[in-house]
C-alpha cells in the first residue's frame, strides 16, 4: 500500500542521513577504515560501476548526453559520467549523500554536473540516459514497478537499472543475516526476481539490451541496460 512506502522512505531517508551515511560514505570511498565485509561489498560495487563504465565507453557516444542518475549516493557513477563528458543531473533522497556526492565533484573541478536531494518519484525532465543503481533494494516489489516506470519515463533513449536478484542462495543468505555489515541498525533488504523486473522494464516500453551480474561473496547485483522499443 502507499502507506507501506511512505514509512519505507521515512526509514530509507533517515538511515541514509545517519548511521547509513556514515557506513555507506566509508564503503564508498579509500577509507581503510572498513571490515572485510564492508571491503568485499567495495569490491563488488566497483565491479557494478565499471561494468556500466566499460557499457558507455564502448559506445563511444556519452558526450553531452544528458544522464539523469537517481539514488546517487556519494556520486560514484555520477562523477565518473562527469568526467566523460556527460551532462549529469544527479539526486538521492538523503541529503548528506547528495551533499558530500556535490562536494566530491567539486574537488575533482567537475562543473558538468548537478546534485540535489530529492526522492526519485520526484524527479522530472528528459534525459538521454537514467541510471539507478543498487536502489531498489529498498523498494517492496509492488512499489519497484512503478519505480521503473518512472525512470523510463523520464528517459528518451535508455535506462540502465540494478538490483539485488531474488534467488534462493541469496535469500539464504540474507535470512543469514550478513546482507548489511555491521552489527547496528539497517534498512529493510528487497530482492526482486528478475522476471518482475524485466516485466516491468517492458511493459514501460523499453526491451533489454545488455546485462550483467556480478556476485562476490557479500555483494550480489544484476544489471540490465535497457533501450527505448
Ligand atoms: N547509486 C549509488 C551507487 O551505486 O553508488 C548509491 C547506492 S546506495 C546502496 C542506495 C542509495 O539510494 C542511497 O544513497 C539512498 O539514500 C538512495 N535512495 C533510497 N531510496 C531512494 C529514493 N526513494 N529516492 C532517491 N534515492 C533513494
Excluded at 121 to 148: L, R
Amino acid at each position: 500500500s502507499a502507506r507501506f512506502a511512505v514509512d519505507d522512505k521515512t526509514e530509507v531517508r533517515e538511515y541514509f542521513n545517519t548511521e547509513g551515511f556514515n557506513r555507506w560514505n566509508k564503503i564508498y570511498s579509500e577509507s581503510d577504515e572498513v571490515n572485510t565485509v564492508q571491503l568485499d561489498i567495495r569490491t563488488g560495487h566497483d565491479q557494478t560501476i565499471q561494468k556500466i563504465i566499460n557499457w558507455i565507453k564502448a559506445d563511444g557516444d556519452i558526450e553531452g548526453k544528458s544522464v539523469c542518475d537517481c539514488g546517487c549516493g556519494v556520486g560514484s557513477l555520477a562523477i565518473p559520467l562527469a568526467k566523460m563528458g556527460a551532462d549529469i543531473s544527479a539526486s538521492d533522497i538523503s541529503d548528506a549523500m547528495s551533499t558530500e556526492a556535490d562536494r566530491r565533484a567539486k574537488e575533482m573541478g567537475i562543473s558538468n554536473a548537478k546534485f540535489y536531494t530529492s526522492d526519485l518519484e520526484s524527479v522530472t525532465g528528459n534525459y538521454d540516459t537514467v541510471t539507478c543503481v543498487d536502489v531498489a533494494i529498498h523498494y517492496p516489489t509492488e512499489q519497484m514497478t512503478g519505480m521503473i516506470k518512472h525512470l523510463c519515463d523520464l528517459s528518451d533513449r535508455r535506462v540502465i537499472f540494478s538490483f539485488a536478484p531474488k534467488t534462493w542462495w541469496f535469500v539464504g543468505l540474507k535470512k543469514f543475516g550478513e546482507l548489511f555489515p555491521g552489527p547496528s541498525k539497517t534498512t529493510r533488504a528487497y530482492l526482486h526476481q528478475e522476471e518482475d523486473v524485466r516485466k516491468a522494464l517492458e511493459d514501460a516500453g523499453f526491451k533489454i539490451a545488455r546485462e550483467e551480474f556480478t556476485g562476490t561473496n557479500f555483494y550480489f547485483s544484476k544489471l540490465f541496460e535497457a533501450v527505448k522499443a
